[in-house]
Nanobody, 124 residues
Framework: QVLLVESGGGLVQAGGSLRLSCVGS????????MGWFRQTTGMERELVSA????????HYADSAKGRFTISRDRAKNTVYLQMNSLKPEDTAVYFC?????????????????WGQGTQVTVSS
């Protein structure tokens, strides 16, 4: 069974930091582009950040630029999202996803594997 499991979410005050992790199992994701998405109730899932299979190319939503950093450890089959200077509007369920495309992609439809999500709540 192919799984992506997120961890690291929680409750944090505005200005604080969280580091999300996503571990893959059941297969290697070392040849996949990876992404972090988030979703709030009633809203569409939106891309927060993405990274190519090599890790050399990254993409950030405007809302994440300068505050979030995506990285990956291919040997550990893990992708991370370091989130700093968190704001209440960052509150959402955060999902990890893997795309069979090796090149970076920002379209949710290009991602075939999804985790179940981890809740991030930022209090004001």
């Amino acid at each position: 069974q192919v799984l992506l499991v997120e961890s690291g979410g929680g409750l944090v005050q505005a200005g604080g930091s969280l580091r999300l992790s996503c571990v893959g199992s059941g297969r290697t994701f070392s040849k996949n582009a990876m992404g972090w998405f988030r979703q709030t109730t009633g809203m569409e899932r939106e891309l927060v950040s993405a990274i190519s299979l090599t890790g050399l190319s990254t993409h950030y939503a405007d809302s994440a630029k300068g505050r979030f950093t995506i990285s990956r450890d291919r040997a550990k089959n893990t992708v991370y999202l370091q989130m700093n200077s968190l704001k209440p509007e960052d509150t959402a369920v955060y999902f990890c996803a893997a795309s069979d495309l090796g090149t970076l992609t920002i379209a949710a439809s290009d991602y075939q594997y999804w985790g179940q999500g981890t809740q991030v709540t930022v209090s004001s």
